[in-house]
T-cell receptor, first 111, second 113 residues
Framework: GENVEQHPSTLSVQEGDSAVIKCTYS??????FPWYKQELGKGPQLIID?????GEKKDQRIAVTLNKTAKHFSLHITETQPEDSAVYFC??????????FGAGTTVTVRA | SAVISQKPSRDICQRGTSLTIQCQVD?????MFWYRQQPGQSLTLIAT?????????ESGFVIDKFPISRPNLTFSTLTVSNMSPEDSSIYLC??????????FGPGTRLTVL
């Protein structure tokens, strides 16, 4: 889990549209994939995570999908709202507990 | 999820001085971590702090510069020693719960002049 690539780096969407952020990892042994949301001036907040025994997990307007064959996982935000504007980070654990973070995606929801 | 607090929330310090950052969690946890987040950047792990043992530092971070204490299962401190402007960052502590999920504190925003 030392190499996590996150795309895009910035994402601007119209309110009500969907946003998708993708992360690619390199360690095939990885089995836990969290997503964090960081608002300005705050610490990262865990918003959803997925373990390798499932392919998709939903929580209201957010969902995460996992493709273990292709080694990527994605965050999906539907019906975006202004309060979804933040920086989002994916992470991949190495050595069971150390998280390697992606570079982050700045999401801006236009009203 | 665990509730984590950090003190101070922010500080402005002179170069050459040291600052100790405190992290308090509302439940007993085995694993605590310290991260650095430079302006506009992602999070970088500094060290892992387990109670009863020495902290384990990541490549590029050394104990003399970032001494860590972990006296019990709910508290840890990180000291940023002999500070320079390059140490200006957000310093974050995190804890891991029984489900291996990590939760972060609000961060300490450090500016070194």
């Amino acid at each position: 889990g030392e190499n996590v690539e996150q795309h895009p780096s910035t994402l601007s969407v119209q309110e009500g549209d969907s946003a998708v952020i993708k992360c690619t990892y390199s360690d095939s042994a990885s089995n836990y994939f969290p997503w964090y949301k960081q608002e300005l001036g705050k610490g990262p907040q865990l918003i959803i995570d997925i373990r390798s025994n499932v392919g998709e997990k939903k929580d209201q307007r957010i969902a995460v999908t996992l493709n273990k064959t292709a080694k990527h996982f994605s965050l999906h935000i539907t019906e975006t709202q202004p309060e979804d504007s933040a920086v989002y980070f994916c992470a991949d654990p190495s050595n069971d507990y150390k998280l390697s973070f992606g570079a982050g995606t700045t999401v801006t929801v236009r009203a | 999820s665990a509730v984590i607090s950090q003190k101070p929330s922010r500080d402005i310090c002179q170069r050459g001085t040291s600052l100790t950052i405190q992290c308090q969690v509302d439940s007993q946890v085995t694993m605590m971590f310290w991260y650095r987040q430079q302006p506009g950047q992602s999070l970088t792990l500094i060290a892992t702090a387990n109670q009863g043992s020495e902290a384990t530092y990541e490549s590029g971070f050394v104990i003399d510069k970032f001494p860590i204490s972990r006296p019990n299962l709910t508290f840890s401190t990180l000291t940023v020693s002999n500070m320079s402007p390059e140490d200006s960052s957000i310093y974050l502590c995190s804890v891991e719960d029984r489900r291996n999920e990590q939760f972060f504190g609000p961060g300490t925003r450090l500016t070194v002049l």
